[in-house]
T-cell receptor, first 114, second 111 residues
Framework: KAGVTQTPRYLIKTRGQQVTLSCSPI?????VSWYQQTPGQGLQFLFE???????NKGNFPGRFSGRQFSNSRSEMNVSTLELGDSALYLC?????????????FGPGTRLTVL | GNSVTQMEGPVTLSEEAFLTINCTYT??????LFWYVQYPGEGLQLLLK?????DKGSNKGFEATYRKETTSFHLEKGSVQVSDSAVYFC??????????FGAGTTVTVRA
């Protein structure tokens, strides 16, 4: 089975721009989560989707948004980029509906904001 | 809320040494516990997990036991190799549909 795929792998943007990141979960997985990883803050939860419904959202400003499509693929969008948004953005998918289930991570998208 | 406290690194060891990384947690209810590993330039890989008290997760020579009485999930490996050099994350999953991570421990194994 193919793993979680994320595109693009690398992105360079300038302040004020917006960006969209894409995630394709493992086939059959319906839960998709997003995390931001930075050296200073570590791994922080952004949001989780299951069957196109957002079930939880982390403590991030409204500039960060996401959605999930009927085929379980997910996108996250960051508008009005700030320098502090530079990070590795990780997507994870899970096979079950319950909280606390195993999450399988993709390789991440490295976003650099100049 | 849920939280994970993980032993701070970095940790530097010689090949064949014993590795322990301490992890304790705070949670309501009955969380699942995980260890993930991250190699340079990559995402997180699931190393092992345990879903209830006294469960022992194991994989690639690594072990961790879910101890509810001490709210701990310490990672151990009896004989490390250079290829075990990576960042290790302890994580907790509960009914809020997210993983709460520790800060990560960087492990370097010297030949």
């Amino acid at each position: 089975k193919a793993g979680v795929t994320q595109t693009p792998r690398y992105l360079i943007k300038t302040r004020g721009q917006q960006v969209t990141l894409s995630c394709s979960p493992i086939s059959g997985h319906r839960s998709v989560s997003w995390y931001q990883q930075t050296p200073g803050q570590g791994l922080q939860f952004l949001f989780e989707y299951f069957s196109e419904t957002q079930r939880n959202k982390g403590n991030f400003p409204g500039r960060f948004s996401g959605r999930q499509f009927s085929n379980s693929r997910s996108e996250m969008n960051v508008s009005t980029l700030e320098l502090g948004d530079s990070a590795l953005y990780l997507c994870a998918s899970g096979p079950l509906a319950g909280g606390g289930d195993t999450q399988y991570f993709g390789p991440g998208t490295r976003l650099t904001v100049l | 809320g849920n939280s994970v406290t993980q032993m701070e690194g970095p940790v530097t060891l010689s090949e064949e040494a014993f590795l322990t990384i301490n992890c304790t947690y705070t949670a309501t209810g009955y969380p699942s516990l995980f260890w993930y590993v991250q190699y340079p330039g990559e995402g997180l890989q699931l190393l092992l997990k345990a879903t209830k008290a006294d469960d022992k997760g194991s994989n690639k020579g690594f072990e961790a036991t879910y101890r509810k009485e001490t709210t701990s999930f310490h990672l151990e490996k009896g004989s490390v190799q250079v290829s075990d050099s990576a960042v290790y994350f302890c994580a907790l999953g509960s009914n809020d549909y997210k993983l709460s991570f520790g800060a990560g421990t960087t492990v370097t194994v010297r030949a």
